[in-house]
């Protein structure tokens, strides 16, 4: 209809809250944004990764590839990785990459001494800033396994046997290279709404009930102790399955039991590797979704975003 708004006003209640994990829903939206956050959450939120490695000495029995790549897959705390510049960006060093605004420098010097196999760690690994360090997963705020740790174990080395190296850390995101995806996993589901009819229910005998509820492979029903009634136990435990659907039909009563899900309203979980906190991770996000929706909407009277959008922009001035 003409003139009709379908303007939404998305809102977000939080459930549980962890330094690495998150649980919230997402409600009066739809499925197009709820997944748009969610990919951006994965691949598209910048944080900071070693991207440059040059190793000086390497005694150890890992060539220096294997060990580049170990190093670039530590995470590390990245508060500031959406303040800091892309270093592709950057005038203060020409786009080299190697500038306080743009990255961060590593330094690794270990050598073993003694007939004990030592493991090179990532709490090895000496910043030169003191906000952007390797993950510490034995912070016991962390939901993360709390017995003591010495980090994340880069190579061994036996006696003799040296590691020298420089590692440069830029930002980045999870879309160029996965090291820069501060997200382990993130999933949601649409919230199901259950409906039991009594009426039918009551015409069944409590051996059928229990059927009813054990056909469900997770703990959805149960049967109350008091009433030997059907009652919903976790309705979010409801994977879609449909078992109990496909037994209540094999029982001749259909009906008996209704699931549907609820179209504009969703239930998020987040874990992240450390890198951010889950509630700063969802938080930049929203910030970077409300990012590319500006440059849609401007694009409108621009060429400018033809280079992001490419026949998007276009379409959308009539082109």
């Not at 500031?80 to 990255?103: K, T």
């Not at 995806?181 to 009819?197: H, K, Q």
């Not at 009551?202 to 054990?214: A, G, N, P, Q, W």
């Not at 450390?274 to 401007?298: M, T």
Request: hydrophobic share 40%; aromatic share 6%; glycine share 6%.
């Amino acid at each position: 209809m003409e003139g009709a708004s379908y303007q939404r006003f998305p809102k977000i209640k939080i459930r549980e809250v962890k330094d690495d994990f998150m649980k919230f829903e997402l409600r009066d939206t739809d499925a197009s944004i709820a997944n748009a956050l969610r990919r951006i959450m994965i691949a598209e939120v910048p944080t900071i990764a070693i991207d440059l490695v040059e190793i000086e000495v390497n005694s150890s029995v890992l060539n220096d590839e294997f060990i580049s790549h170990r190093l670039g897959l530590v995470p590390l705390t990245s508060e500031r990785a959406m303040s800091m510049r892309f270093s592709r960006d950057c005038d203060a060093c020409d786009g080299d990459g190697q500038c306080e605004y743009c990255s961060v420098e590593f330094y690794l010097r270990v050598k073993c001494l003694s007939d004990q196999t030592l493991d090179v760690t990532s709490k090895d690994l000496l910043s030169s800033d003191h906000t952007v360090v390797p993950v510490d997963y034995s912070d016991a705020s962390s939901s993360f396994d709390n017995t003591p740790n010495k980090g994340i174990i880069i190579v061994k080395l036996r006696r003799g046997q040296e590691l020298r190296l420089r590692a440069i850390a830029r930002k980045g995101i999870g879309k160029d290279h996965a090291k820069w995806s501060p997200a382990a996993t993130v999933t949601f589901m649409y919230e199901p709404e259950i409906y039991i009819n009594e009426d039918m229910m009551e015409s069944l005998s409590l051996e059928e009930k229990t059927e009813l509820v054990e056909s469900s492979p997770t703990k959805v029903f149960g049967i109350d102790p008091e009433n030997k009634q059907v009652i919903v136990v976790d309705p979010e435990a409801y994977t879609y399955d449909d078992e109990v659907l496909k037994k209540a039909e094999a029982m001749g009563k259909p009906g008996v039991v209704e699931i549907h899900a609820r179209e504009d309203s969703f239930i998020f979980t987040v874990e992240t590797t450390g890198a951010v906190k889950a509630s700063q991770l969802v938080l930049n996000a929203i910030e970077v979704l409300k990012q590319k929706l500006d440059a849609v909407r401007l694009s409108d009277d621009t060429v400018e975003a033809d280079d992001q959008f490419g026949e998007l922009g276009a379409h959308m001035r009539g082109g």
